[in-house]
C-alpha cells in the first residue's frame, strides 16, 4: 500500500505556501489538485506594453476580448464577470464541481493551478496585531510567518504614514512601484490637507504588492507595461503557480493534477482521501500520514462536511462586504494615456474610526486603463454607445476606482451547509446564506459615504455606488474556527481539525474574524505555520 | 450556420462598425462578430422588429441605441452593439477612436454639446423604439 508523507489539496496561496515550507523541511509531499491551465493565452500576448499593443496587434482581441469574443459579458457584472480571456481558466468547471446554491452569496472558487491566486489583485497587507488575536492567530508567530512569506514571494512596500496599517511589523520588501499620475495628484492634495483626514480618522499610504520591482530568484523586477489582467510572462507578481512550479522541480515533491479531493477518513495511522478523476470522475483513494487542506474555506467546509458524520451541519461563514466606487478626478481628464503604468492598487485609504485599528474599514484606489473602454461602456446612462465612447475616451485618464472592504464578524444569518444534490458529481452542493444585520449595514452604508466625502477632499468625485453582491470580494473565512474546545467543525491552534489526529487545514477557515484588509498575506503566513506545526508534530 | 445567416450578421456587422468608428470593418472583424453571435438568436419579437427596421435604415441606429438604453437596457440590439464596440476596441486600426487623448480645456464644450445632443438622439429614439419595436 502507497502512503505519502503528506498530502496537500489543492494549488493556490495557502497550498503553495505549506507544501514549500513542509519540502524545504525534508518532507515528501504529494499535492492533489484539478489544476485546469490555459498555456495557450500565455504564449499570444507579447512582450509590449499595453498602448504598444492597442497600436499595433492585430491580434489582441485573442487575449482581450477572447477567440470568439467569449470574454465580453453582457448583463450580469457579478461573478468572474471581470476576468480576462487568459485567466478564465481560474473559474472552468465550478458550476459543476464546486455549485453553491444561493440568494444572498454569490461566491467565487477556483479550480485552476494555482487557485484564486491566478487572479489575485496581490494586496499584501499585514493584519495589525488587534486583528491577528481578533482572527484566534498568535501574534508573534504571524511576525515571524510574515517575514519568511515575504522573503519567499517579494512584496514591494512604502515605509509612509499608511505603514501602521499596511505593514505593522514588516522589515523585509523592495520599494513600491512608481504611482502613475493620477495616484501621485491623489497623495499630493493628502499631503496638503492632513489636518482634515486625521480629524476624520483617515489614513492614506502606498499599498504592499505581492510584486517585485527588483528581479528576484529568476523573476524580472516591475516592467511597467499593464498587461497584468492578461499574462505573468515576467512573473513580476507572485503568483502561486510560480512557487509551485519550482516545487515540482524537487525531488520530495510530486503534482498530481486532475483528481478533485472529494471526502478524508482516518484509518489508524493513515488517512484515506477519496477524489474524482476530472474529466472522467472515476473515484481514486489516496493515503497519507497527513493532510493538509488548502483549499480555501468553501472548499474546506465541502471537505469537513462530507467526511463527517453530520454533513448537513450548518458552519459559519466570513466575507468581506465589498463595494466599488467610480470616481473621476478632473484634473486628470484629457490627458494622454501613459505607457509606463500598473493595474494594481496604489494608495490604500484606512478610515480608522475607533483610533485603535480595530474595525477598520479600507479603499484601494486603482488607476483605470488596460481593462478597456468597453467594460465601463454599458454602464453610462441615457446616451447611446457611440456618444458614451467619446465621453468615456475623455474621461478616462481621469478615472479612478476605490473598491471599499470592510471587516466581518460571525452572526446566525451567514453560514453554508451541504445539501444532497441529484446529478452532481460529488452528490451534493453548498448552500450558503450571507445577510448582514440592519446594524452592520448601517455602519458600511455610513462609512461609505465617509469615503465619498474624503474622496471629493482627494480631488477624485464619486460618479456613483456599486454594491456588486456578497461574495464578489472573493475573500472568505471562519467556516471551521479556531477553538480552544474539542468541537466538531472547529480547529485547535494549530490548524487541526478537531475529531481527527491527522488532518491540518491551512487555508482561512480559522479565522474567527475577518478583517478589512485582503486576506491573502495572513492566509499565506497561517499556511506556513499550519505546515510548521504539521512537522513538529510528527 | 447558413451562408444567408452570415451574410445578415455581417451586413450588421458593417452597420454597427460604421456607427461606432465611421468606418467599414475589415473582414476579419465581421468574421468575430459572426462567430460570436451565431448561437445567439434575437428571441423577443420588438428585438426582431427593430434590427430589421436598423437593416433598412441604418441612420437610425444611434436613437435606436440611445432610446433602447433609457426604456430596455439590456435589449438584444444594444447587446449586439456592444459586441461590435468591444471588438472595434482591441482593432490596431480603431485605437484612436478609443484611447485617450491630450484636449485642451475647450474641448470639454464639445464633450458637452455630445452629451446633449446625444441626449436628444435618446429621446428621440425612445419614440422610434415604441413605434417600429410594436
Given at each position: ?5 503528506y498530502?496537500?489539496i ?23 489538485d ?42 450580469d ?19 459543476t464541481y464546486?455549485?453553491?446554491?444561493s440568494?444572498?452569496?454569490?461566491p467565487?472558487?477556483?479550480l ?20 491577528v ?9 504571524m ?116 483528481h ?13 482521501l ?23 474555506a ?8 462530507r ?16 463595494s466599488?466606487?467610480p ?17 494594481f ?22 488607476s ?14 441615457f ?12 474621461l ?65 468625485y ?13 475573500h ?10 474539542e468541537k466538531?467543525?472547529?480547529?485547535n ?22 478583517p ?12 506556513h505555520?499550519?505546515a ?7 | 450556420m447558413r ?15 460604421k ?15 459572426a462567430?460570436?453571435n ?50 472595434l ?10 484611447l ?35
Open positions: 500500500m502507497n502512503i505519502a508523507d498530502i496537500v489543492g494549488s493556490g496561496c495557502s497550498a503553495a505556501m505549506a507544501s514549500q515550507t513542509l519540502v524545504e523541511a525534508g518532507a515528501e509531499v504529494l499535492m492533489v484539478v489544476g485546469n491551465t490555459n498555456p495557450d493565452y500565455h504564449k499570444l500576448v507579447p512582450q509590449k506594453d499595453f498602448i504598444n499593443i492597442r497600436k499595433t496587434e492585430a491580434e489582441q482581441y485573442k487575449y482581450m476580448i477572447g477567440d470568439d469574443a467569449g470574454g465580453v459579458v453582457w448583463g457584472i457579478g461573478k468572474g464577470a471581470q476576468i480576462a480571456p487568459p485567466r478564465r481558466h481560474m473559474v472552468h468547471g465550478i458550476e464546486l455549485p453553491t446554491e440568494k444572498t452569496f454569490f467565487v472558487e477556483s485552476g493551478y494555482g487557485g484564486l491566486g491566478i487572479g489575485w489583485g496581490l494586496q499584501c497587507w499585514e493584519y495589525s496585531d488587534a486583528d488575536k481578533a482572527t484566534g492567530l498568535d501574534t508573534g508567530r511576525t515571524d510567518a510574515y517575514e519568511t512569506v515575504s522573503k519567499r514571494i517579494g512584496i514591494s512596500a512604502t515605509q509612509d504614514e499608511g505603514s501602521r496599517y499596511t505593514m505593522v511589523h514588516l522589515k523585509n520588501f523592495q520599494p513600491s512601484p512608481h504611482m502613475d499620475r493620477n495616484h501621485e495628484r491623489i497623495m499630493q492634495r493628502y499631503e496638503a490637507n492632513k489636518d482634515y483626514f486625521h480629524k476624520r480618522n483617515f489614513t492614506l499610504g502606498r499599498t504592499p504588492l505581492a510584486l517585485i520591482t527588483q528581479n528576484k530568484d529568476g523573476r524580472k523586477g516591475y516592467q511597467y507595461r499593464d498587461m497584468d489582467f492578461y499574462h505573468d510572462n515576467d512573473q513580476s507578481a507572485w503568483r502561486p503557480w510560480i512557487t509551485v512550479d519550482k516545487l515540482r522541480t524537487k525531488k520530495n515533491f510530486t503534482y498530481l493534477g486532475g478533485l479531493a472529494v471526502s478524508f477518513k482516518e484509518k489508524g495511522g493513515y488517512v484515506e477519496q477524489c474524482l478523476t476530472i474529466p472522467g470522475e472515476k473515484p481514486v483513494t489516496l493515503r497519507c500520514r497527513k493532510l493538509i487542506v488548502g483549499t480555501g468553501l472548499g474546506s467546509a465541502r471537505l469537513a462536511l467526511s463527517s458524520k453530520t454533513p448537513g451541519a450548518k458552519l459559519p461563514l466570513l466575507c468581506n462586504p465589498y466599488y466606487i470616481c473621476l478626478q478632473p484634473s486628470m481628464v484629457g490627458k494622454e494615456v501613459e505607457s509606463e503604468k500598473l493595474g492598487a496604489q494608495l490604500s485609504l484606512f478610515l480608522d474610526e475607533t483610533k485603535n485599528d480595530s474595525g477598520t474599514s479600507v479603499a484601494s484606489l486603482y483605470y486603463q488596460s481593462l478597456m473602454l468597453f467594460r465601463l461602456v454599458n454602464q453610462v446612462p446616451l447611446n454607445f457611440n456618444d458614451s465612447r467619446k465621453l468615456l475616451q475623455y478616462a485618464s481621469g478615472l479612478v476606482i476605490m473598491g471599499v472592504h470592510h471587516p466581518d464578524a460571525t452572526t446566525a444569518q451567514k453560514y453554508v451547509s451541504l445539501v444532497p444534490k441529484k446529478n452532481s458529481p460529488t452528490g451534493d452542493h453548498l448552500q450558503a446564506n450571507y445577510e448582514l444585520t440592519a446594524e452592520e449595514k448601517a455602519i458600511f452604508d455610513a462609512r461609505e459615504r465617509k469615503f465619498i466625502a474624503a474622496g471629493r477632499k482627494l480631488g477624485i464619486a460618479a456613483k455606488r456599486i454594491n456588486p453582491g456578497y461574495g464578489a470580494s472573493i472568505y473565512a471562519g467556516t471551521l474556527p479556531f477553538s480552544q474546545e466538531p467543525f472547529t480547529l491552534p494549530d490548524g487541526r481539525l478537531h475529531g481527527t489526529k491527522r488532518v491540518y487545514v491551512a487555508d482561512s477557515s480559522g479565522f474567527n474574524y475577518l478589512a484588509r485582503g486576506l491573502t498575506f495572513s492566509l499565506l503566513a497561517n499556511a505555520i499550519t510548521q506545526k504539521a512537522l513538529q508534530h510528527d | 451562408a444567408r445567416d452570415t451574410e445578415a450578421l455581417y451586413s450588421e456587422a458593417t452597420i454597427f462598425g456607427y461606432l468608428v465611421g468606418d467599414t470593418p475589415p473582414q476579419d472583424a465581421l468574421e468575430l462578430y462567430a460570436a451565431a448561437s445567439k438568436k434575437v428571441q423577443a419579437a420588438a428585438d426582431q422588429r427593430l434590427l430589421s427596421f436598423i437593416h433598412r435604415n441604418p441612420w437610425s441606429v444611434g436613437m435606436i441605441d440611445g432610446g433602447l438604453n433609457i426604456v430596455n437596457r439590456q435589449s438584444e440590439v444594444r447587446r449586439r452593439i456592444y459586441v461590435m464596440f468591444s471588438i476596441e482591441t482593432r490596431p486600426e480603431h485605437h484612436e477612436k478609443f485617450s487623448k491630450e484636449r485642451g480645456h475647450g474641448y470639454l464644450l464639445s464633450v458637452l454639446f455630445i452629451g446633449a445632443f446625444g441626449l436628444v438622439k435618446s429621446l428621440l429614439g425612445i419614440a422610434l423604439v415604441k413605434v417600429v419595436g410594436k
